[in-house]
């Protein structure tokens, strides 16, 4: 009887094991870095400024036609802004890009990795993932929809979380109308070949 117990609890643990390390199933998803675009809005006391981020790679997985995961990598080299123009864009930007925000120089990509999908509806997912920004890694929800070859999801990220203090009155008392909000806005479409 013992040993029939033994073989019973080897058997599911070796089960167990397979199960663990058997790979993801659906289909992958490359969107094209070209067709898709991630725009950003940032607010601060006296107004806001817009601007884009490359994608550097991206893909959506799904599983029996269904969203089940994705992982993408913005090249945040490319940050730039889109409300302004010749000097205050140069400003903006290099400051953006500097020690004060993003620190690109010593971290030149950010990655979203999805650890959760929940279907809300026909077309429709609450995704959590893990946001690395300067090293520092998050978890974020939002909402993400799909119809057919695209995809749009719209985030708000804490960039607080992620140590960036300049301006923050999260940090900082007594700025008065040189506040810059802690959350700024995502809004990420998603374009990839309907054969891919």
């Known amino acids: 009887m013992k040993k029939n117990v033994f073989t019973l609890i080897l058997t599911l643990v070796a089960g167990a094991t397979v199960l663990a390390t058997e790979p993801v199933t659906g289909e992958k998803r490359e969107v094209s870095t070209e067709k ?34 994705g992982e993408f990598t913005v090249d945040m080299t490319t940050l730039t802004s889109t409300d302004l123009e010749g000097e205050w864009k140069d400003k903006l930007v290099g400051h953006l890009k500097s020690e004060d925000f993003f620190a690109v120089e010593n971290h030149n990509t950010s990655t979203l990795v999805f650890t959760q999908v929940k279907a809300t509806g026909k077309n429709s997912y609450q995704v959590t993932g893990d946001l690395t920004i300067k090293g520092i890694t998050k978890p974020v929800t939002f909402d993400l929809s799909v119809y057919g070859s695209k995809a ?45």
């Open 152 to 196: 749009t999801a719209t985030m708000k990220v804490d960039r607080a979380q992620y140590d960036i203090r300049y301006g923050s009155g999260s940090f900082f008392d007594d700025l008065g109308d040189k506040t810059i909000y802690d959350e700024f806005d995502m809004v990420v479409d998603l374009e990839w070949d309907p054969a891919s």
């Open 36 to 69: 898709s675009t991630v725009t950003w809005k940032a607010y601060k006391v006296t107004g806001s400024h817009t601007g884009t981020i490359a994608l550097q790679s991206g893909a959506l997985v799904f599983d029996g036609g269904q969203l089940s995961g």
